[in-house]
């Protein structure tokens, strides 16, 4: 499959200081990176996103990509030679949550059964079944959809979808309901611990116009060694550990969320390359309930837009961490807002605002409303914070160039550091009980 590039992307380019907004690139993180003689173009085929409209422009220090309501801004940091373009990220097909199922095949699920996909094609799984996995197991090139309708499928010790091998794997519900569920404890496939209820070695796909139910007893929800993206549907997903995981990204384009673990909601980690796990929020609608952080990402978290509720130990935790639209509202005996030393592809962590509307309320102890290791920008947006010891901690700078900040129902005017601003409010509202201790995970500073 031929994918929309940038060619001749610069070498000194880097993924991740990634997505600084274009009205509000903090002073001093621009170096010269280019040579402004090179052409930047693109190519369109079949499989590129529907609505990309790409335009590049530079000025010697920064590369600016415009795409239809996205636009980013590339900034240089301490590992050269990598980059990342949110700007391609959902292919047509990835978008369609209607395929054409004329000449799909059907898979009625049985007791017991292993059902193994080695072509390239659609399946529609329909029926009630325990102890049965639908096992893709293609080549490289093949692109395989399976077509929720109406299943229900538990199990023992196993996943209910096993991608093994695919180019890429789409997992789509029609407009039904079905059920996935794994009761007890994974047993590994050879040196794969597969860990999850629909467990993927390759890129997985998810959407459709229908209910997707996941219940997994000891392990994740939904664990993906490649990326995962979402576009559509609506997903329940109950786990004793992460309910979305991935090696490499967590893509939402839309979709209906509700996810209540032991662990993290959305968990993005590669410990091979450090300029991966990222997690990228357009739209959608997630209300997740977490013991442990609710969304983690190893770089950077953005969100363009979407309704997010977290109710957690820690709301989001990353090295960069982009808020340019959508509503956020974090309840966290933690910090709101951390961003930490978890990835070496950037010089410095990094809290930036551009836009949307986030209200973060938090617990009492040694807990930031918006915490960051390296620098705070705010250039838009309305933050509101409630907390009774710390709204926003930061080591390195604090930039206040446009939005609105209310601490404890009282408007500022400027970034406060380890104190409060405005009036003293009263505690944070429904917490879940348990929230346990993280083990030093979210790379706080003592």
């Not at 209820?197 to 139910?213: A, E, H, P, R």
């Not at 060694?225 to 549907?233: A, F, H, Q, S």
């Not at 380890?418 to 505690?427: P, Q």
Request: contains cysteine; charged residues 20%.
């Amino acid at each position: 499959m031929k994918k929309r590039t940038i060619t001749t992307i610069l070498a000194s380019l880097t993924m991740a200081t990634v997505l600084t907004a274009c009205s509000g690139v903090p002073n001093g993180t621009l170096s010269d990176l280019i040579d402004t003689t090179k052409e930047i173009t693109s190519e369109s085929t079949e499989n590129s996103s529907t609505d990309v409209n790409l335009s590049v422009k530079t000025d010697g220090s920064s590369i600016t990509v415009n795409s239809g309501n996205t636009s980013a801004v590339y900034t240089s940091v301490s590992n050269p030679g990598s980059e990342i373009d949110l700007t391609d990220i959902f292919s047509k097909r990835d978008l369609n949550q209607t395929p054409d199922l004329t000449d799909a095949d059907i898979i009625e699920v049985a007791d017991g059964k292993s059902y193994t996909i080695s072509s390239e094609g659609i399946y529609i799984i329909r029926g009630t079944a325990s102890n049965c996995t639908i096992r893709v197991e293609a080549d490289k090139e093949a692109k395989v959809q399976l077509v929720l309708d109406g299943v229900n499928i538990t199990n023992d010790n196993f996943p209910a979808i096993y991608v093994v091998s695919a180019d890429k794997c789409f997992v789509t519900t029609t407009d039904s309901e079905n059920t996935l569920t794994v009761t007890g404890k994974y047993t590994s496939e050879g040196s794969t611990n597969t860990d999850a209820v629909i467990f993927s070695k390759d890129d997985l796909v998810l959407n459709g116009t229908g209910i997707l139910n996941i219940n997994s007893y000891y392990g994740n929800g939904i664990s993906g060694k490649d990326d995962i993206k979402v576009t559509g549907g609506t997903y329940n997903i109950k786990s004793a550990e992460d309910g979305i995981e991935a090696n490499d990204s967590i893509a939402i384009y839309d979709g209906t969320f509700n996810i209540t673990t032991n662990k993290d909601g959305l968990h993005s980690e590669n410990d091979e390359d450090n300029t991966l796990g990222w997690i990228y929020i357009k739209d959608g609608k997630l209300n997740i309930s977490v013991k442990s952080d609710g969304i983690q990402a190893t770089t950077f978290f953005v969100a363009d837009g979407g309704e997010i509720v977290i109710n957690a130990s820690e709301g989001i935790e990353a090295t960069y961490i982009q808020i340019n639209g959508g509503n956020i509202d974090i309840t966290a005996s933690d910090d709101g807002m951390n961003a930490s030393y978890k990835s070496k592809s950037y010089t410095v962590p990094v809290i930036e605002f551009n836009g949307g509307t986030t209200t973060i309320e938090v617990g009492q102890g040694d807990t930031d409303a918006i915490d960051s290791n390296g620098s705070i920008y705010v250039n838009g947006g309305t933050i509101n914070v409630t907390s009774t010891v710390s709204s926003f901690d930061y080591d390195g700078t604090a930039e206040y160039n446009g939005g609105t900040i209310i601490i404890n129902g009282t408007q500022v005017d400027s970034i406060p550091q380890s104190m409060m601003g405005g009036g003293m409010g009263g505690g944070p509202k429904g917490m879940n009980g348990g929230f346990g201790d993280m083990g030093g995970r979210g790379g706080r500073r003592s």
